[in-house]
Structures are given as C-alpha cells and as structure tokens.
C-alpha cells in the first residue's frame, strides 16, 4: 500500500526538526507547517527531474520563506537529487555543508535562487514568469511551457517590494505564476495581529490576481486548490491555511517555532504524535521509496521534450540562447562608426546607441525602465513593448517600481535565455539596492543602465544627484561597475557587461562628454579597468585618476601642468573592480607603488571621495563631493564644487608646492 500524503509530508517535518536540532539553530516551524501544501505540490503538480535539475523546460519552485531551507532541502533530499545527501542535511547550517542557512542558488542545483531576504522571492518569481512566458512566445508549447511556483510567508505578503511584484505580475496577467501563502497567522514578534489588519487577499484581487483558499494542512484541498490556479489566466494567490510548527504538540502554533530548535523533549513528543520513527534523522523505507518514485516520474517528461527539441530546426538557437553567451560582432564596427564621426555624446546616449548596434544581434536581450525611458536611453528602434497581449516583445515598461524590476531581473537572468537589462537613475539604485545585492550575490547577469550619474545631472538637484552611490556600489562584492568617459568606452563596457557572467552597473551621464579615445585600440582597453589614456609628456610628477565625466577634466588639469613642466600622466578608470584584479605587473605600470612619495596621485570623480585613498595613497590628493549637491545648471554646479581644470590644478600645485617645502 502506497504511504499516505501525510506520512510524506512527516518525512519532511522529521528532517526539517532533526536537523534543526543537531544545529540547534534554524527554523522548523514553516517547513512543518507547509509539509502537507508542499507534498501536494511536488507529488501532483510540479514538473522536475531531479536528475537533470538544469532541464530548461522544468517548472520553477521558489521557497520565498527562504527561513524555511529545511523544507527545500528535505524535498531535494526525498525525490533523489544527487545532493544534498542525508550527511548534508546532517551538517545543515555548518561551514562546507551546501545545505546553508537560507537556500543558496549557487550551492545546489535544483535551488533556482537564493532566498532569505523576505520578499525577494517572489518578486524573482515574477521575472521567471515574465522569461517563460517570452520564450515561449518565441519558441512555442513545445519547447517552452512550464510554470513558477512560490511560497510565500506572511512577511514575504508584507514587505514593500511585494506590492510592486504583485502589480507587475497582475498587469502583465502572468498566470503560469502561482503563489501559495502559508497563512499561519505568526511572525517572528508573535501574531499577525500586533502589525496587520489589511485585507491580503484582497489586495491580490484588486491587482488583477486569481485568489484561493484551501486548508493547508490538507495536501488533497491544496491539490484542488493548484488545479484551480492552473486552469485560470491570471496569477494565482493559494491561501493555505496552516499552523506553523504543525505536530509539535506543545509549540504549534506560537512563534516559538518559528526560528529556534524545539528541544529534545518537544521533538520526542513530535515523534511519538506524528507516528514517526523514534530515531532522528530515519525516514521509513516504504516512504523514502515512495517519494524517491515521485522523483522519478519527471523522467517521461524530461525525455519526451528531449526528443522534440532534437526534432526542432530552432534547436541551436535556443540552446545557444539558453547558454547565455552573447555575440560580440557588434563591437568594432561600432567603435569605427564612433571615431569616424567623432561627436560629442552624453554616455548614456552613447549607451543608446551601443544598444542600437547589439539589440538586432544579441536577441535574448529584454531592456526596460522604471519609468525613466526617455531618460535612461533604453528603448532601442526595434523594441516592442512586452506586454500580455505580446510576451514575444523585448521591452519592459516596470512602471515606478524600481526595486520590483531589479528583483525581476534577478528572476529573469536565473530562469535563463534572457539577458535583462533595466534603467533608473543612479541615485534610485538605493530603491533597488537589495535585489542588486541578491544579483551579485548569486552571480545573476543582470546590467543595470543607471542614467544622470552626479551633479552633472545639474537642475533636479540634491535628492536627484548621487555622491556616496559611486563608492557603495564599488564596496558590494561580485558586482562590475562601470563609470564610462566617452561613446568608445560606452560600447567597451556595454561588451564587457554582455560578456560577464554575473551583474553589472552602468553609470552614465546626462550631459554631453567629447569623444576622449580618437584612436581605433586593438583590444578591449575597459577589460583592464584602467588605462593609460595620455602618458606624461614631461618627466612624470603627477597621475591624474579619472572615471567618467571627469576624465575630460582631467585631461584639462594635465593640459596645464604640462605647460608648467610638469609631467602628468591621465588613468581612465572605467571599472575599479577589473583593475583590482589585474597582474600586479599591470596595476604596478599604470600606479605604481603607492609608497613612491615621488609621484603625486589625484583622485578625480564627482562623487564622495571616500575610498579613494585605496589608489591615491594617504599622501595624494582626492578631489570629489563628501556633502551633497546643489540644484543648478550642471557647469555651475561643478564650478560650485571646484571641479574644474583650473580649481583642480591650483590644488595640485599647491599640495606640490607644500611637498617641495617639507
Ligand atoms: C527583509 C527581511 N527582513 C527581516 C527578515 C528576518 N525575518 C526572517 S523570517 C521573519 C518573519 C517572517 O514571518 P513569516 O513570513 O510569517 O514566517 P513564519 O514565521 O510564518 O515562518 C523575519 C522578520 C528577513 N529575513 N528579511
Ligand atoms: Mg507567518
């Protein structure tokens, strides 16, 4: 006889309280209250193979309560993925073991991304919605067709950027999107109660979404309840009522499951209630071997799709698509085109226009704004709108959403056969800052196009015009970003961006730069991070570091101390982070030995100088913004601020001259 739905879901509750209490530190409360809705989930709707966990065309699962690992690591475990083992699950939450605190994309395949920052999840969901619905435009039902499920907990319902996923997935009616709410009325502070009274649901209908209720703790109601959202056209909300902590009998219910081993006594009890084996960490063979079945039902499928796309003449192409590499034919036409006519651009027209040349080549592309598209430069001549009468379109309008979008992105780029690229100003990167550190985090190749990047932006003024961004975003781990001087360097770093296999930030200027780079290069010189861009006429006594707009100045500053005999070299450095990691032979060339008191480094970026002691050395000059900007015409602004060739060169006169004296 077939072990029932319920004894299925034990096996998961078993996991998630063993290895909670071997930690003694993680959360058993969601994965036992949401055994039951997701046992219905993996044995009757979700389309997966757990030997190939990278099969394009498998359905996405997002734990949103990304606090409740446990459950997605004991389903891994129970279908037969190749990892986590029983051992892994034994070592959870401790260093090497993948089976990490929260659900890391990069540690276990058959995890499509990293949760834990509540909210998130869902909100990547929606991207994953939005690629499978593109690509299956594109491709048709036979090679794309499949659906994005997510739980979801109360505090994932909460968060801000919720609102902003749910409005996006409602007006592009993503009905392959299907979330299920684990309702069990508890956070970590106690009742739901103490911080809520708006109507969930409701809110979800009124953002165009399908909403259901079904008893949680009932994997047939949950089963019903999924086959529902499956048959209708917008994106589904399942309520699932639960009780979290479910079979802990004296716990249950209270938020002192919620994130804390339930102790021996409490799990003795569990046991002995929930029909459990007394050993820890001991499934039933008849249930392993059932789930283990379960597991192995994706394989027909699996196959089935094999031999279509084999059958298919759009093979290649979606293969190659899937494989993320992005054609780089574009680049030197472009760049040629570039230096023959020589006009002055803005950067982020420059960016519009290296997008011009990659958009018809690189066709996984999918660009957008957060309401910035005329600003940003985004939109490229072919563009049509994606929308829900057009999935096959290669434009996003996010609307004001700029956190949803990045999580979007995040989405998209995990799913896989897109490269999202998405616009706001700089300064609004703090309104997408979490998911652009979930895209480094977990190496998603998501470019940012981040347009009006200083006070160069001129009359919108201090909340418009970003100081510390520049620096902060540099601070975040796993993230290029990229401060372009000129339409050349523009296009370097747009190949550089498309060519990486993690996020990128573009900061782009809203004003008109003059073509700096006249020369063709043989390479890529944005690939190093900096580059010699003029070499010291006379015997060298300063290196002028630039990024951006400043590069121009800074060429200016050298253009003056030449005149005085004093040799400058000018250092364009589009990417600090490539620089970094350069042979030391290279960095040594371009700065060298920051002990050398000999040469003076300056430091040129309209931004907080914070930081910039890293290339300067403490003894060199660092010439930037540490306050905020001023609402005027953009020349004013940077005479305001002393960055200009002239104010710039009597500071580093000056600071020789002091040098000369000591
Ligand atoms: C953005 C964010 N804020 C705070 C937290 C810390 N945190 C983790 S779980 C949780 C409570 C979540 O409540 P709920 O989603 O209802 O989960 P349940 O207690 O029901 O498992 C909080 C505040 C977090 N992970 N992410
Ligand atoms: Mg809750």
């Given at each position: ?23 003694n ?18 044995t ?153 009274s ?47 902590g ?82 780089e ?6 760049i ?127 909340t ?35 060519a ?60 003056r101390?030449?005149e005085?005999?004093?040799g400058?070299?000018v ?8 620089f ?38 403490l ?44």
């Amino acid at each position: 006889m077939q072990p029932t739905q319920r004894r299925l879901a034990n096996a998961i509750r078993a996991l998630a309280m063993d290895a909670v209490e071997a930690a003694n530190s993680g959360h058993p409360g969601m994965p036992m209250g949401m055994a039951d809705a997701a046992t219905a989930l993996f044995t009757r709707h979700l389309k997966f193979d757990p030997a190939d966990p990278h099969w394009p065309d498998r359905d996405r699962f997002v734990l949103s309560a990304g606090h409740g690992s446990m459950l997605i690591y004991a389903l891994l475990y129970l279908t037969g993925y190749a990892r986590p083992t029983l051992d892994d699950i034994k070592n959870f939450r401790q260093l090497h073991s993948p089976c990490a605190g929260h659900p890391e994309n990069f540690e276990l395949p058959g995890i499509e991304v990293t949760t834990g920052p509540l909210g998130q999840g869902l909100a990547m969901a929606v991207g994953m919605a939005i690629a499978e619905r593109h690509l299956n435009a594109i491709y048709g039902d036979d090679l794309v067709d499949h659906r994005t499920y997510v739980i979801a907990g109360d505090g994932d319902l909460m968060e801000g950027v919720n609102h902003e996923a749910v409005g996006l997935a409602g007006h592009l009616k993503l009905g392959r999107l299907i979330v299920m709410w684990d309702d069990n009325r508890i956070t970590i502070d106690g009742s739901t109660d103490l911080s809520r009274s708006e109507d969930v649901v409701a809110r979800h209908a009124a953002a165009g979404w399908q909403t259901i209720d079904c008893d949680g703790l009932d994997s047939g109601s949950v089963s019903r309840a999924l086959d529902e959202a499956k048959a209708d056209a917008r994106p589904s909300l399942v309520r699932c009522k639960t009780v979290i902590g479910y079979g802990a009998p004296n716990l249950q219910g209270t938020a002192a499951t919620h994130g804390a081993a339930l102790g021996q006594a409490e799990v003795e009890a569990a046991r002995a209630g929930l029909g459990l084996e007394p050993k820890e960490f001991t499934i039933p063979d008849d249930v392993l071997a059932a789930w283990r079945e379960v597991g192995g039902r994706g394989a027909a499928e699996h196959s089935e799709w094999r031999r279509r796309l084999e059958g298919s003449d759009r093979r290649n192409e979606l293969l190659d698509r899937l494989s993320g590499r992005a054609d780089e034919s574009w680049l030197k036409p472009h760049i040629d085109s570039l230096l023959a006519e020589a006009k002055p651009v803005a950067t982020r027209k420059a960016s519009e226009m290296a997008l011009e040349a990659v958009n018809p080549v690189v066709t996984s592309t999918i660009g957008g704004s957060a309401d910035l598209t005329g600003s940003n430069n985004t939109k490229t001549r072919g563009l049509e709108p994606l929308t829900a009468d057009n999935y096959a379109g290669r434009y996003i309008y996010y609307g004001i959403r700029e956190f949803g979008m990045a999580a979007a992105m995040n989405g998209m780029a995990l799913h896989g056969g897109v490269i999202p690229y998405g616009g706001t100003f700089l300064v609004f990167t703090d309104y997408a800052r979490p998911a652009i550190r979930l895209s480094a985090l977990q190496g998603a190749k998501v470019i940012y196009v981040m347009t009006h990047d200083s006070i160069g932006l001129g009359e919108d003024g201090p909340t418009h015009q970003p100081i510390e961004h520049l620096q902060s975003l540099r601070a975040m781990p796993g993230i290029e970003v990229y401060r372009p001087a000129d339409s050349v360097e523009t296009a370097e770093c747009w190949a550089l961006a498309l060519a990486s296999d993690g996020p990128s930030i573009l900061a782009l200027t809203r004003q008109n730069l003059p073509l700096l780079r006249t020369h063709s290069a043989q390479e890529n010189l944005c690939a190093r991070g900096a580059y010699r861009l003029k070499a010291a006429a006379s015997e060298r006594q300063v290196i002028l570091i630039a990024t951006g707009s400043e590069v121009e100045i800074a060429l200016g500053v050298a253009e003056r101390l030449e005149e005085q005999g004093i040799g400058a070299d000018v250092v364009s450095m589009p990417c600090a982070e490539r620089f970094d990691a350069q042979p030391p032979a290279y960095r040594a060339d371009i700065l060298p030995d920051v002990s050398n008191r000999e040469i003076l480094r300056v430091s040129i970026e309209a931004g907080t100088t914070f930081g910039w002691e890293r290339y300067t050395g403490l003894h060199g000059l660092r010439i930037g913004i540490d306050r905020y900007g001023v609402s005027a015409p953009y020349k004013d602004a940077y005479e305001y601020f002393g960055l200009t060739p002239v104010a710039i060169t009597d500071r580093v006169l000056a600071h020789l001259d002091r040098k000369g004296m000591e």
